[in-house]
């Protein structure tokens, strides 16, 4: 295997089990163009590589997993995804439209608001400390959780409960995202890796191919994608567009920014 990893992103092999760390935490790990790439060259060098069973992604530090997007590098106009047409398809953070065959497994070391649910979503499993809290807070800012979030909560929730963190952009915690099935454990900070790599094992000891159509099927991925997915990300897509070019969208990362009460015009 190659070697991987760069700047913003922690790659290793731990027998069968490969673990992926978003190594930002002095920007609360949110995700720019290196994240993306770093991550999703390594997701896709796993699915390549008979010898990887399950893979791990975890975020440095004891703040927050995943921050979402980094607006320090949109505000000086950079992009978040590489120049390359085939990585950046893998979608926000290398991974949200990145469906590949080998299991993968969250280890949620804090806050997963907005991009850093979105990226627990989509992984197959997931486990997280007790201060850890999910939520897709967009609407508070005027924006709009354009990474899967809106469309993969209420498969993964019961629908009324994921309308409610969807429409109020209010978070749960650890113990009620356990409740609710959106995680599978609940683990102290120093146990956390000992966690996810435990699960990873009960995987990893069973049939590689047997594992591997397993998840194909439960997640209905072909070729790469996921097809029942395709018509929510065409809308996705143009719901965003419409979102991110409002006035909204502007005033409120603006009046967060100012530390006042948005004033919304719906326009």
């Known amino acids: 295997m190659a070697e991987l990893g760069n700047e913003a992103v922690t790659v290793e092999t731990r027998g069968n089990v490969m673990l992926i760390t978003i190594n930002r ?10 994240v993306h790439e770093g991550v999703g060259d390594a997701l896709h060098a796993a699915d390549e ?18 921050a979402g997007a980094d607006l320090v590098a ?20 290398g991974i949200v439209s990145h469906a590949i065959s080998k299991p993968v497994i969250a280890a949620v070391n804090g806050m997963a ?22 939520g897709l807070p967009e609407p508070k ?16 929730l019961p629908k009324k409960i ?19 099935g959106l995680i599978n454990a609940v683990a102290p900070r120093d146990q956390l890796l000992d966690t996810a790599f435990a699960l990873a094992e009960r995987i990893a000891v069973n049939a590689p191919l047997s594992v591997q159509a397993s998840k194909r099927m439960a997640q209905g991925i072909s070729g790469g994608k996921v097809a029942r997915e395709e018509a929510a990300w065409a809308q996705n897509r143009d719901e965003t567009k419409i979102v991110f070019t409002s ?17 919304w015009k719906a326009k």
């Open 113 to 134: 608001l907005g991009g850093g649910l979105e990226i627990t979503l989509a992984c197959d499993l997931a486990v997280a400390v007790d201060e850890a809290k999910f």
């Open 247 to 263: 006035e909204d969208s502007r005033e409120g990362p603006k009046a967060f920014a100012e530390k006042r009460a948005p004033v």
């Open 25 to 34: 935490p002095e920007a609360r790990n949110a995700v720019n163009r290196f």
């Open 141 to 156: 800012r005027g924006l709009f959780a354009a990474a899967g979030g809106v469309f993969r909560l209420p498969e993964q």
């Open 74 to 93: 949109l505000s000086r106009g950079e992009s978040l995804a590489p120049e390359d047409k085939t990585k950046a398809a893998w979608g926000f953070a």
């Open 49 to 66: 590589d008979p010898e990887i069973r399950v893979v791990i992604v975890t975020g440095a530090g004891d703040k927050s997993f995943c």
């Open 162 to 180: 994921a309308m409610e963190m969807i429409l109020t952009g209010d978070p749960i915690d650890a113990n009620r995202a356990l409740e609710l």
